[in-house]
């Protein structure tokens, strides 16, 4: 256990100074660990090779309840990096028995934390920072056992990474005058991580391994209660964590082998980066950045194998998971002015990447299973609210402009064709979102879903007529979760002196992709042979832009935008062969999402022009195919898709509500849009061939959409300043 707290501090002072720097963020925390265990004996030989490594730190460099006087820069850090590399091996042999297990588990936990505390702060530049360094875990669990008669091994590695980074301003007065301000958290996190297991017994064997990996991070810049002046002010908050592990587990025996491979990782982290409440006359600037971006990645291979003279069996289980939320926000009561640009964004860029092989081979039966999830549940929201949040965006000096996501991608697909070519699917292609620059106030939430899986279970029986092989696999992939940007009851430049470039727009654009390809494959000279395969890939999402009982002013265009997209490719195939060969594959995909760009809620609107659009596409292609042969083969395919899109753009109330508070709208001229594109590209195919064959496929697509653009209990223009 490496344990300890690094304090820098100035509190309940005065100080007049040229130039501070202020840090807890020197040196770095390292565990080199090795465990092993390796025996032998003529009758039974036992080994644990155990590993228990632990990081607890904390780290703050603080400003508490002090006045500060900086002609310079001021600079207050905090970080370091914290690493941890381990090892577990063992090996034993034994003339009957040979039993072992590697344990490795690794543990970071912890607070970094930059804090300015009910202080007054009078300053050049300031620069609240935990971005230095990373939390960085490699380990290897590794067993090897051998016996005449029985061998078990297991290899077991476990990694977790629970840390705080903080960079706060809290009931605070900092007064910069034109110099430029930064509260930025960052947080790295990564684990690299194998786990191994390979025995031979010469009448049985039994392999497991396993590794589990939990990310779960929380990242926050923020600054509440506060007020002041400066030139720039940026409030950053990113997390680039990542998961790379394998797993495999091999046996091989004269009778009865065994082997298991399993995997469970989850990134579940915090992302937030705010400007809330208030302090005498709030914040006087020229330009504020609000900005959350997550980019979590994991990538899992798995592997399971066994071979025996008389029975084997090999079984994968893969599950991945990351569930972020990521956040940008101005409210609780905030009060801003800004000469000229505001941009509030948050974004999301996760992806998946599973492989996995379960094989077996036996002389008389052979069973090769393999199950695998996959889950995307991210929450990404840019978001304005609070009756007493005041933010004004003015556009001053029109050539200044703020560079802010569009929500649109680069290096993405074309959507003329459907999502289908390998060449385009890794499954991320350097996916990015794309930059633009606005003039005025920018409220952007932007989010990217990436899972690609591959997978093949196969098995083989080689006894002639005597013997039976089955091989199964499953998949199913889940993309849930909303993205949201949006104001919601504020006041939106309602102070004075805006100038002609002031432009308001509220967006919110979701990508999604997944693709699996799949295989089951059983067969040899014996009497049975199954395959099985099953693909299920479901999409929910939620996709919304809004303007909700709010009251907003523009000079120039006020617009509020939504745009979705769901590609989904997959191919399930089975394939089996013996005197009697059943085999059926089916491919599953459910999408519902919805697509909204709303202006509701009795908001009052008085801007240059208002547009309003929201746009979805879907392209969808599930594939599934059977093929079998033998003496009576039978086969059987089946794709099923079920697209519940709803793409919605809408003024005012909806129309089934009984009452609700007119909102109006003065604007030069009016835009409403809405528009929704599915492309199917759907294959099902099934042969049999033998003596007596039976081949059936079946495809059914459902599609049901419903796409509105309207308006409804809207007041358009007013006396003596009519639409358009």
């Known amino acids: 256990v490496l344990q300890g707290t690094e304090r820098a501090a100035i509190e309940g002072s005065t100080l007049n100074l040229g130039a501070l720097d202020l840090s807890a963020a020197l040196g770095d925390r390292t565990i080199w660990s090795l465990a092993g265990a390796f025996g032998g004996a003529g009758t039974t030989a036992v080994g644990i090779a155990d590993t228990n490594n632990i990081i607890l730190s904390k780290r ?23 690493k941890i590399r381990s090892m577990a091996v063992g090996a034993g042999g034994a003339g009957t028995a040979a039993v072992g297990g590697s344990l490795a588990i690794n543990v970071v936990e912890g607070e970094e934390r930059a804090e ?5 702060v009078e300053a050049g530049s300031l620069l609240v920072e935990v971005s230095r360094g990373e939390t960085d875990i490699k380990t290897l669990a590794g067993n090897a056992q051998g016996a005449g008669t029985a061998a078990v091994g297991a290899a077991i590695a476990v990694s977790t990474i629970n840390q705080k980074r903080i960079a706060r301003i809290i009931d605070s007065t900092i007064e910069l005058g034109t110099g430029n301000g930064r509260v930025e958290a960052a947080t790295a996190g990564h684990i690299l991580t194998l786990a191994v297991a390979g025995v031979g017994g010469g009448s049985a064997g039994v392999a497991f391994s396993n590794t589990s990996n939990n990310i779960a991070a929380q990242t926050r810049a923020e600054v509440s209660n506060s007020g002041g002046s400066a030139g720039n002010l940026e409030i950053l908050a990113s997390d680039t964590s990542s998961i790379h592990a394998g797993s495999g587990g091999v046996a091989g025996a004269g009778a009865a082998a065994v082997g298991v491979g399993t995997a469970i990782n989850r990134v579940a982290s915090e992302i937030h980066a705010s400007l809330t409440g208030n302090l005498r006359a709030g914040w006087a600037l020229r330009n504020l950045r609000i900005d959350a971006n997550s980019k979590a990645n994991i990538i899992a291979g798995i592997l399971a194998g066994g071979g025996a003279g008389t029975a084997a069996v090999s079984t994968v289980a893969a ?27 948050a974004r999301n860029l996760d992806s998946i990447l599973g492989s996995a092989v379960s094989a077996a081979g036996a ?6 299973a393999l199950a695998t999830v996959n889950v995307v549940e991210t929450n990404t929201k840019a978001f304005i609210d609070g009756s007493g949040t005041s933010v004004s965006a003015l556009a001053v000096d029109a050539s200044d402009k703020l560079l802010v996501d569009s929500g649109a991608l680069n290096n993405a697909p074309s959507d003329d064709h459907e999502w289908i070519q390998a060449e385009q699917f890794n499954p991320y292609p350097n996916l990015s979102i794309r930059q633009h620059q606005i003039n005025g106030l920018a409220v952007q939430a932007s989010s990217v879903q990436q899972v690609g899986q591959i997978a093949l279970s196969a098995s083989l029986a080689v006894v002639p007529l005597a013997s039976a092989a089955v091989s199964g696999v499953v998949n199913t992939t889940v993309l849930g979760g909303n993205t949201l940007g949006y104001i919601d009851g504020a006041r939106i ?11 308001v727009r509220v967006g919110a654009n979701s990508h999604s992709y997944t693709a699996g390809y799949l295989a089951a494959v059983a067969g040899g000279p014996s009497a049975a042979a199954v395959g099985a395969g099953v ?8 996709t919304q832009a809004r303007l909700s009982g709010l009251q907003l002013n ?5 617009e509020v935008s939504a745009g979705s997209g769901q590609y989904v490719s997959t191919i399930i195939a089975s394939i089996s062969g013996a005197i009697v060969a059943p085999g059926i594959s089916s491919s599953l995909v459910i999408l519902k999402g919805e697509t909204e760009a709303l202006v509701n809620g009795a908001s009052q609107l008085d801007v240059g022009s208002l547009k309003v659009s929201a746009s979805a596409l879907q392209r969808l292609a599930p594939n599934a195919t059977s093929l079998t042969g033998g003496a009576v083969a039978v086969s059987g395919a089946l794709a099923t898709l079920y697209n519940q899109s709803v793409t919605r753009a809408w003024l005012g109330a909806d129309l089934n509500a009984a009452t609700a508070a007119r909102t109006r709208v003065l604007s030069g001229g009016t835009e409403v849009t809405a528009n929704n594109s599915t492309g199917i590209a759907m294959n099902v195919a099934s042969a049999g061939g033998g003596g007596m064959a039976v081949g059936g496929s079946i495809g059914i697509a459902v599609v049901e959409t419903t796409t509105e653009a309207g308006a409804s209990r809207v007041d358009f223009g007013r006396a003596g300043k009519p639409l358009g």
């Not at 430049?493 to 432009?503: K, M």
């Not at 890939?537 to 939620?542: C, F």
């Open 116 to 120: 300015i505390k009910g202080s007054d």
């Open 363 to 368: 002389g008389n039966a052979a069973i090769a």
């Open 554 to 558: 523009s000079r120039g265009l006020t």
């Open 493 to 503: 430049n309602q102070a004075a002196g805006a100038g002609t470039a002031q432009n």
């Open 60 to 82: 703050l460099a603080e400003v508490i309840d002090s006045d500060l006087t900086v002609g310079g820069a001021l600079t207050l850090a905090s970080g370091g990096s914290s």
């Open 319 to 345: 599950t991945n998971i990351i569930q972020t939320l990521t956040q940008a926000r101005i409210g609780g009561g905030a009060q801003v002015v800004a000469q000229n640009n505001i941009a509030v964004s």
């Open 535 to 542: 693909d299920n890939t479901i999409i929910s999402r939620l």
